[in-house]
């Protein structure tokens, strides 16, 4: 197969922006439709509770934010403590999953994207279940040919973001383009991520690889030689090593996401390097609590959860007809162009691409 074959070269989309836990971001109450809520605690009620008082235990990545409010509300609305245990990124914790088929470590996990799920489902690391919620809306972001396996909570818009502050504070221009970071001087204000084991660092990679064709490789090259630093993950980047992040770092531009600039002021996302990513939860296959497991999976598309993830992990719901906080649409910026890739492709060439991204950049 050729290695561009079945990519989507720079698309337009429709629909919305982007991402992840800030500290001191407080939760807004939003209401909710009667009919999205009867739902729920249908679905609730429908389940066993045979497992009522126990622990389910969530692996989840290192971004995993949610208010303790809406935490606590599983709890009251099933009886069961969730324990939620997170490391590491997206790679890291599909790698987790797939290397533990039907001895998992925990019951559910959540936070595997669109470019990282074909591992733990090729490894069938992952139980089949589908929650009756997920016609609300989640359901149109299903893994082709895996819909029972793993179920879409969010989505955003991986992107390169700039620090408009730190480019004004010196007199200088900002990179306009992806395709700048190629020039030295960007590159080595650059922080980006490894796709290895990183999802934003593969969208990225992905990003690349569809809208450069056979020059992807001589781009990475050129962005490493003049000195951009690669980093495992996200939190690493953005709130290290970025100059608008909590570390107040030397770094002013980062791989993040096209919705960051609505919880940091004086930023802003280059809407010409996005890539769709879905994150999606799945029951653990081998789980000694796979009723409990279930009703997690119910609770994260219940609007408790979808209401609650703009503010906490800044990103979009996939439910339908649920509120967004006010303004969000203006602060999170909507890509007017996107590259995107089928899941069946990623998982065909992403070792391929890999390969010859570490040969590219020298790791």
């Given at each position: 197969?050729?290695?561009l074959?079945?990519?989507?070269?720079?698309?337009?989309?429709?629909?919305?922006?982007?991402?992840?836990?800030w500290?001191?971001?407080?939760?807004?109450?939003?209401?909710?439709?009667?009919?999205?809520g009867?739902?729920?605690?249908?679905a609730?009620?429908?389940a066993?509770e045979?497992?009522?008082?126990?622990?389910v235990?969530?692996?989840t990545?290192?971004?995993?934010?949610l208010?303790?409010?809406?935490?606590?509300?599983?709890?009251?609305?099933?009886?069961?403590?969730?324990k939620?245990?997170r490391s590491?990124?997206?790679?890291q914790?599909?790698?987790?999953?797939?290397?533990t088929?039907?001895?998992?470590?925990?019951?559910?996990?959540?936070g595997i994207?669109n470019?990282?799920?074909?591992?733990?489902?090729?490894?069938?690391?992952?139980?089949?279940?589908?929650?009756?919620?997920?016609?609300?809306?989640?359901?149109e972001?299903?893994?082709?040919?895996?819909?029972?396996?793993?179920t879409?909570?969010?989505r955003?818009?991986?992107?390169?973001n700039?620090?408009?502050?730190?480019y004004?504070?010196?007199?200088?221009?900002?990179?306009?383009?992806?395709?700048?970071?190629?020039?030295?001087?960007?590159?080595?204000q650059?922080?980006?991520?490894d796709?290895?084991?990183?999802?934003?660092?593969?969208?990225?990679?992905?990003?690349t690889?569809?809208?450069?064709?056979?020059?992807?490789q001589?781009?990475?090259?050129?962005?490493?030689g003049?000195g951009?630093?690669?980093?495992s993950?996200?939190?690493?980047?953005?709130?290290?090593?970025?100059s608008?992040?909590?570390?107040k770092g030397?770094?002013p531009i980062?791989?993040?996401?096209?919705?960051?600039?609505?919880?940091?002021?004086?930023?802003?996302a280059?809407?010409?390097?996005?890539?769709?990513?879905?994150?999606?939860?799945?029951?653990?296959?081998?789980?000694?609590?796979?009723?409990?497991a279930?009703?997690?999976?119910d609770?994260?598309?219940?609007?408790?959860?979808?209401?609650?993830?703009?503010e906490?992990m800044y990103?979009?719901p996939?439910?339908?007809d649920v509120?967004?906080?006010?303004?969000?649409?203006?602060?999170?910026?909507?890509?007017?162009?996107?590259?995107?890739m089928?899941?069946?492709?990623?998982?065909?060439?992403?070792?391929s691409?890999?390969?010859?991204?570490?040969?590219?950049?020298?790791?």
């Amino acid at each position: 197969m050729n290695q561009l074959q079945g990519v989507n070269e720079l698309q337009p989309v429709g629909g919305t922006g982007r991402r992840r836990g800030w500290a001191g971001i407080v939760s807004r109450t939003i209401a909710l439709t009667v009919g999205v809520g009867l739902a729920f605690t249908t679905a609730v009620a429908c389940a066993d509770e045979s497992t009522a008082g126990g622990e389910v235990t969530l692996l989840t990545h290192e971004s995993f934010e949610l208010p303790e409010s809406v935490i606590d509300g599983f709890r009251q609305e099933t009886g069961l403590t969730l324990k939620i245990v997170r490391s590491g990124d997206a790679g890291q914790l599909a790698s987790t999953v797939s290397l533990t088929p039907g001895a998992p470590k925990g019951d559910a996990v959540y936070g595997i994207d669109n470019t990282f799920a074909s591992r733990p489902i090729e490894a069938g690391a992952l139980e089949s279940y589908v929650s009756p919620l997920a016609a609300g809306g989640a359901a149109e972001y299903a893994v082709p040919g895996a819909a029972d396996q793993l179920t879409a909570v969010d989505r955003g818009d991986v992107c390169l973001n700039i620090d408009n502050t730190w480019y004004e504070s010196r007199s200088l221009t900002p990179p306009a383009s992806f395709r700048d970071l190629t020039k030295p001087e960007y590159a080595s204000q650059t922080v980006l991520t490894d796709p290895a084991t990183s999802s934003p660092g593969t969208a990225f990679l992905l990003t690349t690889v569809g809208a450069l064709g056979d020059g992807w490789q001589d781009y990475w090259k050129q962005v490493v030689g003049g000195g951009a630093t690669i980093v495992s993950g996200w939190e690493v980047a953005y709130n290290q090593l970025f100059s608008a992040g909590e570390g107040k770092g030397d770094k002013p531009i980062v791989l993040s996401y096209a919705s960051s600039p609505a919880a940091t002021p004086g930023t802003s996302a280059l809407l010409d390097s996005c890539f769709p990513q879905v994150e999606y939860i799945g029951v653990l296959k081998g789980t000694r609590n796979s009723t409990g497991a279930r009703k997690l999976v119910d609770y994260m598309l219940s609007p408790a959860v979808q209401s609650a993830l703009p503010e906490s992990m800044y990103v979009y719901p996939v439910q339908r007809d649920v509120a967004l906080p006010e303004g969000w649409p203006a602060r999170a910026a909507v890509p007017a162009w996107m590259s995107s890739m089928p899941p069946a492709t990623i998982a065909e060439n992403r070792e391929s691409w890999l390969d010859q991204w570490r040969a590219a950049v020298g790791r």
